[in-house]
């Protein structure tokens, strides 16, 4: 192959990661845990927030935790709009979207006439609409592993929450080590560490 046959198949090929949103890594750059949870997690947030959003798609984002369930990683999706409250569960490796609700209504029945005595809309409060979380703005959860996994001293990510708290999106990584777990909170946006706490 030509010189310029392999500059143009390297531009290719970032030029496709780059669009992905993905990133170059070795396997060696990557914790066992990663390189164990990549061939079970095939998407990423923004992916599953992609699914999330073919069902909700007017929807802002509040929280995204993954967490295995059942032997299988799974995004569980909060969102939200000016009417009602979604959430959604998806399949991190088949990106299937299952449990799927919406909340809107609240409603008091007799259990013996069966008639309706209170019904309301339970409409957001304005600082709901405070907690939405600009995707655009924060760190990958691969980026917030790393920098937990770090903070950590030992052990590796096993289940991440991305969520707002006191005005400020935050990573939170649950890290274990054996039977211990370390609870790292990482400013989603500036990458610092808020807070380390291990449970002895």
């Given amino acids: 192959?030509?010189?310029?046959?392999?500059?143009?198949?390297?531009?290719?090929?970032?030029?496709?990661v780059t669009v992905s949103g993905g990133?170059?890594?070795?396997t060696s750059e990557l914790s066992p845990t990663v390189q164990a949870a990549a061939?079970?997690?095939?998407?990423?947030?923004?992916?599953?927030?992609?699914?999330?959003?073919?069902?909700?798609?007017?929807a802002k984002i509040s929280e995204i935790s993954l967490e295995k369930h059942l032997n299988r990683y799974q995004y569980e999706i909060s969102g939200f709009d000016s009417q009602k409250e979604y959430s959604a569960k998806i399949?991190?490796?088949?990106?299937?979207?299952?449990?799927?609700?919406?909340?809107?209504?609240?409603?008091?029945?007799?259990?013996?006439?069966?008639?309706l005595s209170a019904a309301k809309s339970e409409k957001l409060d304005a600082d709901d609409h405070e907690t939405a979380i600009k995707l655009n703005q924060v760190i990958s959860r691969?980026?917030?592993?790393?920098?937990?996994?770090?903070?950590?001293?030992?052990?590796?990510g096993r289940e991440w929450t991305l969520e707002t708290d006191d005005g400020q999106t935050i990573w939170q990584v649950d890290v274990v080590d054996g039977h211990q777990k370390t609870e790292v909170k990482i400013n989603a946006i500036n990458q610092k560490?808020?807070?380390?706490?291990?449970?002895?």
């Avoid at 310029?4 to 970032?14: C, N, S």
């Avoid at 990133?23 to 070795?26: D, E, F, G, I, N």
């Avoid at 691969?142 to 590796?156: F, P, T």
């Fill in 91 to 115: 399949d991190a490796q088949t990106g299937k979207l299952s449990a799927a609700k919406q909340k809107e209504y609240s409603a008091k029945i007799d259990a013996q006439t069966g008639k």
């Fill in 39 to 58: 061939q079970t997690i095939k998407l990423n947030e923004k992916q599953a927030v992609a699914k999330f959003k073919q069902k909700y798609t007017k």
């Fill in 142 to 156: 691969q980026k917030a592993n790393q920098l937990a996994e770090k903070a950590a001293k030992s052990g590796q």
């Fill in 23 to 26: 990133t170059l890594a070795t």
């Fill in 1 to 16: 192959m030509t010189t310029h046959k392999l500059m143009r198949l390297a531009v290719a090929v970032l030029l496709a």
């Fill in 193 to 200: 560490v808020i807070s380390v706490e291990t449970d002895d």
